[in-house]
């Protein structure tokens, strides 16, 4: 529990064998649930999350690789029956840093917000850590996304660390698009659905400054 509210991650996972155990153990106590999708893995993936023998842990195999989006819509709809108010989303690769989890969460625990994501490029050490390549990749890829979805206020598309409420994983799961593979196609609801954002800083892992964002957030309008 996090400020009263029941707290699941889901962490999409494909052929992690070499994280996934440190990823599942590194999930901070407070999260009640936590839902590994294994897609369709061809390694120890699966076998190694339901090894960490960690509390609340469930492990989801998909027969056929749906790639990240669908992974997190699966890890979505269970949340879902499972009753959980607020859904995170962490990779499996242990990219995402723990520590950063209540910041996400902290918005939505207090009614401030209904989705919040990261946005890396609101750190400084993002210019000189990321690749320039992947970095006009993905400030093409966010200008994209910002036309299509309506979302103007928020950036980097690519970010996957998220959190949702029970209303927005809901809108999230049941508009999954036939293109699950690209996640920001299902982890963001529908601009119209929202009115306020918002952008706070979070703490970089070590030796992951590549991957640490500060977090964006929507807030419903109903």
């Known amino acids: 529990m996090f400020s009263g509210r029941s707290v699941a991650v889901v962490i999409p996972a494909f052929n992690e064998e070499q994280a996934i155990a440190r990823t599942v153990r590194a999930v901070p106590g407070f999260v009640d649930r936590v839902i590994v999708v294994d897609d369709a893995s061809q390694d120890r993936t699966g076998r190694l999350a339901s090894r960490s023998r960690r509390r609340g842990l469930e492990v989801l195999r998909h027969d056929a690789n749906r790639g990240v989006g669908g992974a997190i819509v699966t890890g979505y709809r269970r949340a879902l029956a499972l009753g959980i108010d607020v859904t995170c989303v962490m990779a499996g690769d242990g990219q995402m840093d723990p520590a950063d989890l209540p910041t996400v969460l902290a918005p939505i625990a207090e009614g401030r917000a209904d989705y919040v994501k ?16 992947r970095i006009a990749g993905n400030l093409v890829l966010s200008c994209m996304t910002k036309i299509t979805s309506g979302y103007w206020e928020v950036f980097d598309s690519q970010c996957g660390y998220t959190a949702a409420s029970r209303r927005s994983t809901s809108i999230g799961s049941s508009r999954a698009t036939a293109i699950p593979s690209i996640s920001s196609r299902v982890s963001t609801p529908p601009a119209r659905a929202w009115r306020t954002s918002r952008s706070a800083p979070s703490m970089a892992r070590p030796g992951r400054a590549a991957s640490t964002c500060r977090r964006s957030s929507t807030r419903s309008s109903g």
């Open 118 to 133: 990261g946005n890396r490029f609101l750190r400084g050490d993002v210019w000189r850590v990321m690749p320039p390549s």
